[in-house]
């Protein structure tokens, strides 16, 4: 019998220094000569939820407190839960151990439909802002807050986590036939002010910081 396989559909040009088998995904964790930002990191591997219901404001993922007003965004333990609308909530596991699919039939797993990346570093709005029309440093909101809307002309959802100087960052899923034309994108936006490709380790460094 063969082991499962699970792809990203992200790739870099670039080569890891070190990598992890975990859950049947090859995860990078440090490429070499990442340099000092900003950043630019594949997430794919890591679990996406989708959950839906008419009685949203009675859940709790994971015992998480869902944000009332759509727009806002939470960071717990390593979950990101964001309020998309009435009914619907994101949830994306960002760093932390794995975690389980919740029995409810009101959630639905979109990790191998999507694409998941961070932003991150110096710079990341002046990249953004090349992107997309969307205000990611408003002022006027709190942090962590979801966007859903354009980013490289491809529906999305970004999330601002951070707009502190050298921890700002950004992370956004779309849809998985997307990520070739994504990547590019970004590398492109980004080639002015050195970003590059990095391994989950930043990531989860970020998270931890926050």
Known sequence: MKDIKRYSPVEFKVTPLKTENRDHWDVVMEYHNEGDGPWLVDLCHRTRLDLQTGNLDAKKPFGITIPATPGQSVLENGLLVNR????????????????????????TDVTESTVFLAIMGG??????????????????RETPFLYQGPFSHVPCQIV???????????????????????????????EEF???????KRVTDWINSL
């Open 123 to 140: 710079s990341v709005f002046s990249i953004c802002e090349k992107l997309s029309a969307l205000d990611f440093m408003d002022k006027n």
């Open 194 to 200: 050195g970003l590059k490709p990095a391994g989950e």
């Open 160 to 190: 601002t986590l951070s707009r502190d100087k050298e921890k700002s960052g950004v992370v956004l899923t779309c849809s998985r036939g997307y990520a070739k034309d994504m990547v590019d994108a970004i590398l492109h936006a980004g």
């Open 84 to 107: 998309m609308n009435r009914i619907q909530s994101s949830i994306y596991h960002l760093a932390g151990d794995a975690i389980e699919m919740p029995g409810e039939t009101e959630y």
